[in-house]
């Protein structure tokens, strides 16, 4: 029998591998679709890839192809530019997908679709400690607690076990002197400091050496606190977790240079303004960004809250369910839950379902990041500005923002022609070694993410 305790190499390398290929996959799709082939485009087999695959109600396949469209040449049609690229929606893709977007959008019917406006409860109604997915019945459950109704309240340690000779444990990024918090695995000052919300980020709270050389690097020992200093009030001595902005950007006291605004949602040298957390579509308007994990408002769920329930408001629906004839069914539902809302919504095809995955594979990630920068493709500065990252990683997170909102997208799973399995694996390799808890989890989960990463 297959034994995982077999394997040789470390769970985090195996996460890096699945996930590389899966961003392959990716680069792969759009670069070298293998879906449709370009080789014997015309405006009929266009046509095919566009119209109801599994039906709607209004018909099938068949009846859509009773009227085939005249053959149009695409290459004369959407020409390509100098860049061998056409701009579809103002925005170039490789010719060959160009002209198949540009060419499918030009002759596809837009088709009648139901759309399921979930009514399900959750239990305990997530004990106000997460978001209940009205489709499925489920808590999806903000970090820190767990269990079917969010009821379980784990312990997230900042530190592996320690031993005599590394009392805090082997480094990992949370590494934590001073105050852990268990709900993120991320470490602040704490009680009893002038600012206990300020972050104690890796060397900030341990004893730095000096060079033992010119101009060689500082090096940190890992096996002793600084909390004389972090914690001190003496402005002669380089602090943290006391001192003033305005004294410190005077020049009136001294900190320890070390000590860094990493985390997400604060901004200034020393963490003094509270700005924006950065979210998945900012939680759409329906909803409060609390590190990376949207709090839903009532009535939505969704990574980005952007799902209404049958306790929302029509008007407030997003862009992709609107216009809808809403029809309420007739038939009751089981007792606790409310009536599933049925609306009738024209769209054109492809028509995409995003997955609502468990926030393990997300909104976890992205809330318990240590470092503001990592897997996001931007942050927000003192004035609430967005500030756009340049980094790769962030690109993934735009795609599914991207997808999220799309005209294209659908909440029926039978309409579907393609599924969207949205695990941030770019975040998992960002912070394979974020925390111990995390470590644990690649365990857990290992083969769950590899399934549906790659």
């Known amino acids: 029998m297959f034994s995982i305790q077999k394997w040789k190499c470390s769970w985090s390398l195996v996460l890096t591998v699945a996930s590389i290929l899966a961003l392959a996959s990716v680069v792969h799709l759009f670069l070298f679709p293998s879906l449709p082939s370009f080789e014997y485009f015309s405006a009929r087999q266009v046509q095919n890839a566009c119209v109801p695959i599994n039906g709607s109600i209004k018909g099938g396949k068949n009846d859509v192809l009773q009227n085939p469209q005249p053959f149009i040449n695409l290459d004369v049609r959407f020409p390509a530019d100098l860049h061998k690229a056409v701009v579809y929606r ?48 489920q808590c999806r459950c903000f970090h820190g607690f767990s269990g079917e109704g969010c009821s379980e309240r784990l312990q997230l340690d900042c530190n592996f076990p320690g031993s005599k000779e590394q009392p805090y444990g082997r480094w990992v990024v949370s590494i934590c002197a001073a105050h852990c918090d268990t709900t993120r695995a991320m470490c602040f000052c704490g009680e009893g400091t002038k600012y206990p919300n300020r972050p104690v980020a890796e060397a900030c709270g341990f004893k730095v050496n000096l060079p033992s050389e010119p101009e060689g690097p500082k090096m940190t020992d890992w096996t002793k606190p600084d909390l ?14 006391n001192v003033n902005p305005a004294e410190a950007y005077a020049s009136k006291v001294r900190f320890k240079e070390e000590c860094d605004c990493k985390y997400d949602c604060l901004w200034g040298q020393f963490c003094e303004v509270p700005v924006l957390c950065t979210c998945i579509n900012q939680c759409s ?91 996001i493709n931007r942050i927000y500065d003192e004035n609430n500005v967005t500030l756009w990252t340049d980094q790769l990683y962030g690109s993934q997170m735009a795609f599914y923002e991207s997808i999220l909102a799309s005209s294209h997208r659908t909440l029926n799973g039978e309409e579907a022609d393609f599924f969207f399995v949205p695990v941030l694996d770019s975040c998992i390799i960002t912070r394979a070694d974020d925390a111990p808890h995390l470590s644990m989890e690649v365990q857990k989960h290992a083969w769950a993410v590899i399934s549906y990463a790659v």
Do not use: M
């Open 90 to 137: 103002g925005a170039p893709w490789k010719a060959e997908i160009g002209r198949w977007l540009s060419g499918c959008n030009s002759v596809a019917k837009a088709v009648k679709v139901f759309e399921i406006i979930g009514g399900k409860s959750c239990k305990n109604d997530c004990s106000g400690q997460g978001i209940c997915n009205r489709e499925l019945g």
């Open 228 to 241: 004389d200093n972090i914690f001190t009030t003496n402005s002669s001595i380089p602090g943290w977790c």
């Open 285 to 375: 308007g329906h909803g409060h960004c609390r590190g990376g994990f949207c709090q839903c408002d009532n009535g939505w769920y969704g990574i980005d809250c952007s799902i209404p329930s049958v306790l929302s408001v029509i008007k407030d629906w997003p862009q992709w369910l609107r216009p809808a004839q809403v029809d309420v069914p007739d038939s009751p539902q089981h007792v606790g839950n409310l009536l599933n809302l049925n609306a009738v919504v024209e769209k054109k095809r492809p028509l995409i379902y995003v997955y609502d995955l468990p926030p393990e594979f997300n909104s976890l990630l992205l809330e318990g990041r240590h470092f503001k920068f990592e897997c």
